[in-house]
């Protein structure tokens, strides 16, 4: 049993040395539990439950955090005390720990040898979400990558705004290769029509343009798909 279940009242009137935000100002946010931490982020629960209660009652129902990103409210009925803005801060603050993550391997300017370089890179973002999002890695001509950019206008389904702007971009960082990766927000991974055909006129564009489309992967549940592993490019 944790020294906090013996709690039932606000953690303002805890012990301090029992507190989970002056536990991770004294010992370290990596000494603290996942209850915890989501406790310092919800700041209070409601009457007759603090907020590590609640956080453990959240966890118990998602089990991760990464099953708590993109829901929707309905799947947050029936926490009491858990309104829009707290559940607005949880979903920042797991967003934040992806963004980190992905800023700390853009920064190392890391080469890209293989399509699960790039994988291991998007794979968290990309995998949970519920829209279909397309990115573009771009690099330089030792297979170092420059920038990812996500790209702003049409789909695979619209090919040729998006086509303008993976190439413009191309040419504003002086990249000289490219790799595009898409979601499936379904979770299959199998390349629909728009897919290959969107990636026919992606490397047809490459040879004009003298950008070379290194890959396009497609990320789905736990899995992926790469046109340029399939020997498709």
């Not at 919800?42 to 009652?57: F, I, M, P, Q, Y």
């Not at 890959?215 to 498709?232: M, T």
């Amino acid at each position: 049993m944790s020294f906090h279940q013996q709690y039932k009242t606000s953690i303002c009137h805890w012990p301090q040395e029992d507190r989970p935000r002056e536990r991770l100002i004294k010992y370290g946010e990596h000494q603290l539990s996942n209850s915890e931490l989501l406790a310092i982020l919800l700041r209070t629960g409601h009457r007759g439950e603090n907020a590590v209660d609640l956080a453990r009652k959240i966890l118990d129902k998602f089990k991760t955090f990464r099953q708590m990103s993109h829901t929707d409210a309905r799947q947050w009925d029936g926490f009491k005390g858990l309104g829009p803005a707290k559940m607005a801060q949880i979903k920042a603050a797991i967003e934040i720990g992806r963004r980190f993550r992905e800023d700390e391997v853009r920064g190392q300017s890391p080469k890209i040898k293989s399509s699960r370089d790039i994988v291991e890179i998007l794979f968290p973002r990309l995998r949970d979400l519920k829209i279909e999002v397309f990115q573009v890695a771009y690099l330089n001509s030792s297979n170092r990558l420059i920038a990812i950019e996500e790209q702003n206008q049409g789909t695979v389904n619209f090919a040729s705004p998006i086509l303008r702007e993976i190439f413009q971009k191309a040419l504003q960082h002086f990249a000289t290769s490219v790799i595009c990766v898409h979601n499936h927000p379904s979770g299959d991974i199998v390349p629909s029509v728009e897919d290959k055909n969107f990636t026919r006129k992606l490397v047809e564009a490459g040879r004009i343009m003298q950008v070379k489309v290194l890959d396009h992967v497609i990320i789905g549940d736990n899995a992926y798909y790469s046109f340029a592993d399939q020997s498709l490019l």
